[in-house]
């Protein structure tokens, strides 16, 4: 019988994998219908099958069975076993739940040259990413933004950009990860009417913008500060009105 220990070790030496994290309140989760999606597409490209949506939730509930309060649920995808040359697998789920982490305030930013390997995928391999989130903190800033090789803004260390252009909101169009939490925002701001791009974006492009925003899905407003020297000074009062359209995204129970 495969013990709690042994799916850990496996996660630990084979490091293969991927994975959706979301927040849990009394059994309902804004954009779970996304999570589902997410981990049921990330399946099919990394191990050649899907998932059941209703597997998904079953174990959900049943790790945030008699918790309390907000919760930090991290549903990992793996296989036992794993075998390189096989091209499919069976999936196998580890659901871990913790209480909510603290959110922190607004962020001073630094541009790194930097890509993920398949940026579409939520995937297990983050050495990368918390390298770059240490090497930005010993340079004197909060957090990491990466610039590809074309010199576009892609995304930040673990969260999706964008930018207030007048009333616009723009987001990056350089391959990034598709987050659960952008893909409500912009479907929240749009119903509000307001307008919201998708194109590209440079490091010189950041002087005309009023304001930055950090999103996902624990913390799907934080204020960008400064990117650079480039510092933004339209934020604040914008972020509430992002706030209130995404908490009328309505709850999905699991």
Excluded at 14 to 24: A, C, D, E, I, L
Excluded at 76 to 89: I, K, N, T, W, Y
């Amino acid at each position: 019988m495969t013990t709690l220990l042994d799916d850990l070790r496996t996660l630990a030496m084979v490091n293969y994998g991927h994975f959706t994290s979301m927040r849990v309140d009394d059994g309902r989760v804004r954009g779970l219908g996304l999570h589902l999606e997410r981990l049921d597409r990330d399946a099919r490209e990394v191990f050649g099958r899907g998932l059941d949506a209703g597997l998904v939730c079953d174990r959900i509930r049943t790790a945030v069975d008699g918790q309390k309060g907000p919760l930090y649920a991290k549903v990992s995808v793996f296989v036992r076993d794993f075998d390189a040359g096989v091209a499919e697998h069976e999936p196998s789920l580890l659901v871990t739940v913790r209480p909510l982490p603290a959110r922190s305030g607004s962020l001073r930013v630094g541009t790194v040259a930097y890509e993920r390997d398949l940026p579409r995928v939520k995937h297990v391999g983050t050495f990368g990413l918390f390298h770059q989130f240490r090497l930005a903190k010993r340079r004197g800033y909060d957090d990491a933004l990466f610039v590809n090789r074309d010199g576009e803004i892609s995304e930040g260390s673990v969260w999706n950009v964008c930018f207030l252009d007048g009333e616009t909101v723009v987001w990056p169009s350089a391959p990034a990860l598709p987050g659960v939490a952008m893909h409500l925002l912009r479907d929240a701001l749009t119903a509000r009417g307001i307008p919201v791009e998708t194109r590209p974006v440079t490091p010189a492009d950041l002087p005309r913008f009023r304001a930055a925003f950090a999103s996902n899905a624990l913390a799907p407003v934080q204020v960008i500060e400064s990117v650079d020297d480039v510092r933004f000074d339209g934020g604040y009062a914008f972020a509430k009105l992002m706030v209130e359209a995404y908490e009328e995204v309505p709850w999905e129970a699991l």
